[in-house]
């Protein structure tokens, strides 16, 4: 199995894009990622998009950018899986050049969301969950995250305004980002007074949805001995492991068993554990999923994810910085975009180009992809050498 | 790059199941392979899919089905390129067992289809195309596949009539197929008088959907030297290819370039020429597509597909037998799945378990999988050794 690295990365500011079609959209993070790569062609595309079939009437998105970047008749593909398409995109890809037929490939997470009313968005990213046994009953999206959440404050003792810490330091950090959807410091006052959502999950708990696309160009590493000052990085662990879809199906819905296997497998490949990562790039489309994320992925006990916000150690100078360019919350959640936004993120962390939130001598970073409510994890360990 | 082999088949019965849900239909084509196979467990689930957030309101369907078939926690993602998507999934699969980091993968191509009204189906069926540029003016997938028949006619000469024999073929093949959704004879005066759908494409000329799923279990071929008195099946060669999403971009819209280029790195793969093919099952989701499959894949010349189904030699017996098992025309058409289903006939044929239509000594076999109008193609040979 071939070592694979990145050569390039790309993504758009994360927006209402009513001017941009889906095509330049993805076509806009595709081409600077093959500029920064120094390149204009790839043996192949991979697209991860979660949406695109049920807000733009669109299927086929492989293909469909293939011809729009000028890949023509170059092998492309469509991966999905949920709000974790980004990740399973890059993972496929990796497969595919480590196993050695084809020696270059484009990843773009794409979604193209804003452009239809509410009501369709919430019911097209109620398709995560299960539709027989959870969507059936009445349930949305947000409402299985805020079941989560109640029942996590219930059974740990935590109060709503323990989960502040990680919103407030993601819109810190977005500060700096200039891709980022949200540019607007909040504090405690501000997240307790925030219009509520579903109960406990208030605005502030949730991350906004947006149009946006990232993309990265990976190759053998081989190929890069040197790369003209810039580190190399390499993608050092790729794991994916899933759960039931049903939340009601999980012998404990407060323990994301997808995220703890999938990182576990990438720890092993990587040949280091969860001390070594010195930025950690985690799936917070609400606040809940942060404190069950770092739980699950070795930074903290069951239960007691939530003390890592308060005791301050999550920014990017703390023992485990996540969220560094604003996480989902405050860089924005373009569903089948994000598990390339936080890789394209990892990137800009162990280059050194996050200024202001930059984590001192990042070597090691680690991006976790989470589809559906903790059902489809995607782990990757990338590191510098 | 380990080579790969596979080692399980399975598939359903394809037709209006109102009475099976989505995860039945696919469940019941993996647990079938996974029998076939003589194996429980695979490390991943790759599932092929293209209508499912459409019509059934279901996305993740790797989670979806991995959770449903009893591989809960392993890897699974789905896989999606229109028509194209069910060979797309075995391709990712084949990737990712010959890369090494995982050992056994089992690929389901699963849709259902048929609990919708037709105008839904039609709609949903008309994301493969171009949304801002087809499908907004008006056009729908059986209009663009008929407005490249009658320039084909107009061009090459043929009257309608001589497309009749790949029909007749097709299902005069699937009366021996008990999976098949037709079972019916017909006759070049039936084709004639059959209802008009598209001028010049009539129902006899078109492919019917249906609900179904066929599936495989592969694993690194090194893994069965013998398999208790069966033939061992190996992949020889996977490629695929791209074009524009819309017809009216391409130089020649007569041409599958895409098909062209599948198919010739395939056979530069296994190391083969198009006369080494002893079974080919091609994407006749409408009778035009078998000419233009047969002349892009090396079989006729530019115009004269139509001439090798005059001449009677595409049966079993002929020179190049396709749609041995009734092809999409008479087997059926459940988009996601078709490309697994005709994945799954190669190995029969190769295993020689095709009775009344079995190709007598075939050592070769070529499974051809098409996306949209000719956008994404995949083409698969496997052989016995």
Known sequence: MKKVAILGIGQTVIGEHWDKSLREIG???????????????????????????????????????SDWIGLRHQEAIKVEAACGSGAAAFRAA???????QIDSALVIGVEKMTDKSGHDVTAALATAADADYEVEQGVSFVGLNALIMQRYMHEYGWK????????????SNAMHNPFARLHEKINVDKFEKSAMVASPVNLLDASPIGDGAAAAVIVPAERITSMSGRPRVIIAGSASATDTIAVHSRKD??????????????????GI?????DVFELHDAFSIMTALSLEASGFAQRGQGVQLGLENQISHK??????????????????????????VEIVQQLRGECNETQVDGAKIGMAQNIGGSGATVLTHILKTE
């Not at 407060?254 to 703890?260: D, I, P, S």
């Not at 703390?318 to 890789?343: D, E, N, S």
């Open 27 to 65: 076509g806009e993070a595709g081409f600077t990622a093959l500029r920064d790569a120094g390149m204009d062609k790839v043996d192949a595309l991979f697209v991860g998009n979660m949406l695109s079939p049920l807000i733009d009437s669109q299927n086929q998105l492989g293909t469909f950018l």
């Open 94 to 100: 990796i497969m595919a050049v480590s196993a050695g």
């Open 160 to 171: 709503h305004a323990d989960f502040a810490p990680f919103s407030i330091n993601a819109h």
């Open 253 to 270: 819905p407060l323990f994301l068993a997808a995220a703890y296997e999938s990182a576990k497998r990438c720890y092993e490949l990587a």
């Open 273 to 277: 554990r969860a001390e070594d990562i």
């Open 318 to 343: 703390g023992r485990i910085p996540i969220c560094t360019r604003g996480g989902l919350k405050a860089r924005g959640h373009p569903v089948g975009a994000t598990g390339m936004y936080q890789i």
